[in-house]
């Protein structure tokens, strides 16, 4: 707990060395401008992920507020917006676009073909189409994927491994994203192969969770998995409250913010090592490197984060297998 307790204060110093100046003065016109295109709404607290993406930066010379501009645009609740805000950054214009997710790709790209875009995505870019090969991606879009598909699978199996017996097991997911049918179809592959029942809900959008969520019967399923969408993390408050009501252990794939606001369990990249690696790509393409050139890399670092506090909560006992995987214990 002390320990915890310098990093936060450690963190909060560094990120008062490099909180933006554009409160105090106007920056220069010659100074280079990137433009950040997040998925969801602004976090309520410390924003861990922007504040890695300035360190990191930061480290390579670059202070915002001072030698470059960072112009961060958020959809809020409305996925649809990401165009126009991609429109938005083009027309400063911003020198590199940073974009977070999948639709966020996509909208840069409707956007323009010129202005590098480096993507920081959970997902896998050539299963979403994104680039043709992640050595070569020949085009304006260079960045950090995510896993592909296949993560679905190690969800359901990770999640059948901390709670022996389980075989109803409902799913979120959101028609209109691009990768869904992928998504789906390889959590629904794990399911047979491990024996367990899937149910699936549809959430098309923000004003269709509770419909969906009320479809699901009582004896429907033992547990809920979150598949990796911008839309159904945005609601995750409703989504754990719901859950909480309905003594549902839950369990995602994308942010590890789940876990830590009361999910069961995470399983997935780590969104602050890819924000962070994302700020070396911009160094690069700022010094005169044309992202032809940078290859997409794989992610790096994954997590697997166990609430132990929801756990107890829910009068579950975790299998020691999952307890000694566990990159973190919240207790």
């Not at 010129?114 to 043709?132: E, K, R, S, Y």
Request: proline share 8%.
């Amino acid at each position: 707990m002390w320990c915890r307790t310098v990093e936060r204060i450690i963190t909060l110093a560094l990120s008062l060395l490099i909180v933006p100046l554009t409160a105090l003065a106007q920056l220069p016109t010659d100074v280079p401008r990137i433009g950040l295109l997040r998925p969801g709404v602004p976090p309520a607290g410390p924003d861990r992920n922007l504040m890695a993406f300035q360190q990191a930066l930061h480290a390579l010379g670059w202070v915002d507020g001072q030698n470059i501009g960072i112009e961060v645009r958020w959809p809020e609740a409305q996925e649809e917006r990401l165009l126009a805000l991609a429109a938005d950054l083009v027309r400063l214009p911003v020198q590199v676009l940073v974009t977070v997710g999948a639709p966020a790709t996509r909208a840069a790209q409707q956007a323009t073909t010129t202005i590098p875009i480096v993507m920081v995505i959970l997902t896998d870019p050539l299963v979403a189409g994104f680039v043709g090969s992640l050595a070569r991606p020949g085009s304006n879009l260079t960045g950090v994927s995510g896993l592909g598909p296949e993560i679905m699978g190690k969800q359901l199996e990770l999640l059948t491994e901390a709670l022996p017996g389980i075989k109803r097991v409902a799913a979120l997911t959101h028609p209109a994203h691009p990768l869904v049918s992928a998504l789906v179809q390889e959590l629904e592959r794990a399911a047979r192969a491990l024996g367990v029942q899937l149910h699936l809900l549809e959430v098309p959008n923000a004003d269709a969770l509770d419909h969906a969520l009320a479809a699901l019967p009582n004896e429907a399923a033992e547990a809920l998995i979150v598949l990796p969408f911008p839309l159904l993390f945005g609601q995750r408050q409703r989504i754990l409250a719901f859950a909480a009501q309905r003594r549902l252990p839950v369990i995602a794939t994308d942010l590890r913010e789940w876990a830590e606001k009361g999910a069961l369990l995470f399983y997935g990249v780590s969104l602050t090592d890819n924000y962070r690696r994302a700020a070396v790509y911009v160094d690069k393409l700022l010094k005169g490197v044309k992202p032809e050139d940078l290859p997409v890399e794989r992610p790096k670092q994954i997590e697997l984060v166990l609430n132990l506090r929801a756990a107890q909560a829910l009068g579950l006992t975790i299998s020691p297998t999952v307890l000694f995987q566990a990159d973190e214990v919240i207790r």
